[in-house]
């Protein structure tokens, strides 16, 4: 039996399609993510070579009101490296996200957590942290 991953797929509401998936092909880039799918108003972002299905997808919302972030919900990204948090929090301040955090250690969730926060265009809160291994 194939165990599958807990978490399947997170989604992303967002008005101006164009800005936000500008936005996302840079911020997810450092990441090894990519635009795996497409179609309507719908882009799904993933690694090419993981089989698990679990993506970003970025779309204009499926009842047709107005996107808008949620109070208190973040999506948090791990990364490789520290380098890998700096460059995710610097295409995001270059494609049009506000800093939320510099990139930098965060001793108070636990040795060795260095992190950055950022907003994307539509306000939504990302995170990318490094945490040791």
């Known amino acids: 039996m194939t165990t599958l991953p807990v978490l399947g797929y997170v989604t992303l509401g967002a008005e101006d399609q164009p800005a936000a998936l500008a936005f996302y092909d840079a911020v997810l880039a450092p990441l090894g993510l990519s635009r795996q799918?497409?179609?309507?108003?719908?882009?799904g972002y993933g690694r090419a070579d993981d089989a698990s299905g679990q993506s970003v997808w970025v779309c204009k919302p499926f009842d047709g009101a107005p996107a808008r972030a949620g109070n208190g919900v973040m999506l948090g990204f791990y990364a490789p490296t520290p380098e890998v948090v700096d460059a995710f929090h610097a295409a995001a301040l270059a494609?049009?996200?506000?800093?939320?955090?510099?990139?930098?250690l965060r001793p108070q969730y636990g040795e060795g957590w260095y992190a950055a926060y950022v907003r994307d265009p539509q306000g939504n809160k990302l995170a990318c942290v490094r945490t040791p291994t």
Request: hydrophobic share 10%; no cysteine.
């Open 95 to 104: 494609h049009g996200g506000t800093d939320e955090g510099q990139p930098g």
């Open 37 to 43: 799918h497409e179609f309507e108003n719908w882009t």
